[in-house]
């Protein structure tokens, strides 16, 4: 199909916008959400492929955290410790600013706090010797009180050491709630939602730029601000940007759950939580980093299979349980684990890479594309 507008399109319905969000996951609907209620006349048109957004957002864990010790210690061996603290901060404060800007039971929100277990006694004794530190590195920069703490969790009748790193900050939410919630915001505010657009081009004209579809159709804007995360490259290759697929597998209703919260392991790589008397693990990709680097949505028989087994072997020993349904949503990684928050001319913006991290960091990176603008 090829588009051709009419003069009431041209001149009415797809005039030049003041702002174009392009991605409508988390990350955009909250910038277009910022930009909205500081701009109430500004005329702002929110652009995705998918009616309801396809990437991370709506196929996450649904866990509020920001990072586990064994997670962060891994995080030391890649960027230095002030970064690493200044993006646990970033993402506790997110966590806070979620909750009050959406409010804790219109986005499923419980604070039940996170457990780290260990299967391995070389990770245990990382975590042992640096939790101190990761302490005081969260208080300094965050203000919090004694982040983590050791908690006997044999009563959980895990196959793991008997001591976990608890951690009362952190909790979880509900995905599909948190999404419903943001997207009623932004059309109360009257923000322009234009889904179904798979955008092929950005083009900077006199003053403005252009995005255009894959069937001609044109949008124009003064600011373009860019929120496609993983799927970015395709629009701006120049950005070090590589995809991540991030699988979950789901089981039926369980009868009795000795467990209530999120649970990580392995570096932050294993993640796992109950659901509705169900129990959702996602995770593994570390074992097969070369095949999980694709925008591909269809998950793969071995990755799953390695969760199951997890299950079986470590969280429910001896005790049956079925599979309910399995999905997978595409994160966005990079050299560096921090997002790209930047202004690439007097006329377009963006706000990508969010290194598996964005539930977390959405309130804030919003606020600071909004500072980038006004
Ligand atoms: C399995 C899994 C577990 C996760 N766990 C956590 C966690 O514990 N904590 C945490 O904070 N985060 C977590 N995340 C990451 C979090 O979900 C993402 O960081 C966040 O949702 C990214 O939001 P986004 O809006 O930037 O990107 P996305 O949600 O991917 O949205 C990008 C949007 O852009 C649209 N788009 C892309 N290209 C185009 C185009 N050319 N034209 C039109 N539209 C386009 C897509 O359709 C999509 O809707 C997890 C993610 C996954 C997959």
């Given at each position: 199909m090829v588009y051709f507008s009419s003069y009431w399109e041209s001149s009415i319905l797809l005039r030049k916008f003041d702002f174009i969000v392009l991605g409508a996951g988390l990350i955009g609907k909250q910038i277009a959400i910022k930009i909205k209620t500081k701009y109430p006349k500004s005329r702002i048109a929110l652009v995705d492929r998918s009616p309801i957004s396809y990437g991370a957002s709506t196929r996450n864990a649904g866990f509020a955290c920001f990072g586990s010790v064994s997670e962060i210690i891994d995080d030391f061996k890649r960027s230095p410790q002030s970064e690493?603290?200044?993006?646990?901060?970033?993402?506790?404060?997110?966590?806070?600013?979620?909750?009050?800007?959406?409010?804790?039971?219109?986005?499923?929100?419980?604070?039940?706090?996170?457990?780290?277990?260990?299967?391995?006694?070389?990770?245990?004794?990382?975590?042992?010797?640096?939790?101190?530190?990761?302490?005081?590195?969260?208080?300094?920069?965050?203000?919090?009180?004694?982040?983590?703490?050791?908690?006997?969790?044999?009563?959980?009748?895990?196959?793991?050491l008997p001591d976990a790193l608890f951690n009362p900050y952190e909790g979880m939410l509900n995905s599909g709630m948190l999404n419903e919630v943001v997207n009623e915001k932004a059309h109360q505010l009257g923000i322009i939602p234009l889904y179904g657009l798979n955008i092929k081009h950005i083009q900077k004209i006199q003053n403005a730029y252009q995005i255009s579809d894959e069937n001609g159709m044109t949008l124009t804007c003064d600011q373009l601000i860019i929120a496609t995360n993983a799927f970015t490259t395709e629009l701006m290759p120049e950005l070090d940007i590589v995809p991540a697929r991030g699988q979950i597998v789901l089981?039926?209703?369980?009868?009795?759950?000795?467990?209530?919260?999120?649970?990580?392991?392995?570096?932050?790589?294993?993640?796992?939580?109950?659901?509705?008397?169900?129990?959702?693990?996602?995770?593994?990709?570390?074992?097969?980093?070369?095949?999980?680097?694709?925008?591909?949505?269809?998950?793969?028989?071995?990755?799953?299979?390695?969760?199951?087994?997890?299950?079986?072997?470590?969280?429910?020993?001896?005790?049956?349980?079925?599979?309910?349904?399995?999905?997978?949503?595409?994160?966005?990684?990079?050299?560096?684990?921090?997002?790209?928050?930047?202004?690439?001319?007097?006329?377009?913006?963006?706000?990508?890479?969010?290194?598996?991290?964005?539930?977390?960091l959405g309130p804030v990176l919003s606020d600071e594309i909004l500072s980038l603008i006004s």
């Open positions: 690493v603290a200044e993006l646990a901060a970033k993402r506790f404060n997110g966590i806070v600013k979620l909750v009050e800007d959406f409010g804790a039971d219109n986005i499923g929100y419980r604070n039940t706090g996170s457990y780290e277990i260990y299967t391995d006694k070389i990770e245990y004794n990382d975590a042992l010797n640096h939790f101190e530190t990761i302490n005081q590195m969260l208080s300094d920069v965050a203000g919090i009180d004694t982040a983590f703490r050791w908690q006997n969790v044999q009563s959980m009748k895990m196959k793991c089981t039926k209703p369980l009868d009795h759950l000795p467990f209530d919260g999120i649970f990580h392991s392995d570096k932050g790589y294993i993640y796992f939580r109950n659901l509705d008397g169900r129990i959702l693990l996602g995770g593994a990709r570390n074992h097969f980093e070369e095949q999980e680097e694709t925008h591909d949505f269809n998950g793969l028989d071995n990755v799953q299979q390695y969760l199951i087994n997890y299950l079986s072997e470590v969280i429910l020993p001896g005790r049956n349980f079925e599979i309910e349904s399995a999905w997978s949503g595409i994160m966005a990684m990079g050299k560096e684990k921090v997002p790209i928050v930047k202004r690439m001319d007097d006329h377009l913006l963006v706000c990508v890479r969010m290194s598996g991290m964005g539930v977390a």
